[in-house]
C-alpha cells in the first residue's frame, strides 16, 4: 500500500508524496488541488503569510463567500 501522508523527523509534510522537499508538499498527481471549506456562505477563507510566528500579517489573501470576493493584501509599510 503506498502511504498517502508522511511526516518526515526533520518536521516535512508531504501530501501525495514519500519525500516531502519542503515544510509542506502537495503533490496531487494529475488532477487536484488544495480546498478550503467554510463553515457557511458568510465566512471566509483566509491564507496569511508572516516573516515571523505569525503576530505580523505580511501579506494575505481572503475569499469572502458571502459577497463572493477574492481579495490579494499587502499592507503599505510606508518609506521609498
Known amino acids: ?3 498517502r501522508m508522511v511526516i518526515e ?6 501530501i501525495g508524496t514519500a519525500s516531502p522537499s519542503d515544510i509542506l508538499t502537495l503533490a496531487p498527481g494529475d488532477d487536484g488541488g488544495l480546498s478550503f471549506y467554510a463553515g457557511a456562505t458568510t ?3 483566509v491564507i496569511n503569510f508572516s516573516d515571523d510566528a505569525g503576530s505580523t500579517n505580511d501579506g494575505q ?3 469572502d463567500h458571502n ?3 477574492l ?3 499587502v499592507p503599505h509599510r510606508g518609506g521609498g
Do not use: C
Not at 523527523?9 to 508531504?14: A, E
Open 67 to 69: 459577497t463572493q470576493r
Open 43 to 45: 465566512h471566509k477563507n
Open 71 to 73: 481579495d490579494f493584501d
Open 9 to 14: 523527523y526533520g518536521g516535512n509534510v508531504g
Open 1 to 3: 500500500a503506498t502511504e
Open 61 to 63: 489573501i481572503s475569499y
